[in-house]
């Protein structure tokens, strides 16, 4: 039998548990990632108070004391950071029409019921960021 057809929904060789959601939205991929990456929006993802240095190996801090490190960040396309025992990225790309793609990733969980108390919070905080950038205008 082969082994990947046994393995569980959201489990992967390399990168263990994780968990992507993503959401099309009408602003262009340029208004996305400046919301983003800004002050706001590292809020809305990472946590109060939380602020990134765009380089590899920056480390970060937020409000509640959650640290990590950033592991990526190409402007206008994506960042990669560490979190706790874990690694999210976020990514936005061009969806046509002037919109764009907004995706969360985030690897290296636990386990099933933490992939899904993640995803129920990417959710959450996908809502958050279209709700705030609609407000934008």
Do not use: C
């Amino acid at each position: 039998m082969n082994p990947m057809t046994t393995r569980s929904t959201g489990l992967t060789r390399d990168a263990g548990w994780e968990v992507g959601v993503s959401r099309t939205l009408p602003q262009s991929p340029a208004a996305v990632w400046e919301f983003i990456s800004g002050p706001r929006g590292l809020e809305l993802w990472l946590g109060a108070g939380a602020r990134l240095t765009p380089e590899r190996g920056a480390s970060y801090e937020t409000a509640a004391g959650a640290t990590g490190e950033v592991r990526g960040y190409r402007p206008g396309d994506r960042i990669r950071v560490t979190y706790g025992d874990t690694t999210v990225q976020v990514a936005v790309s061009a969806a046509g029409g002037g919109r764009s793609v907004l995706v969360f990733h985030q690897e290296r969980m636990a386990g099933p019921e933490e992939r899904e108390r993640q995803r129920a919070h990417w959710r959450r905080v996908i809502k958050q960021v279209a709700e705030a950038l609609d407000r934008r205008g």
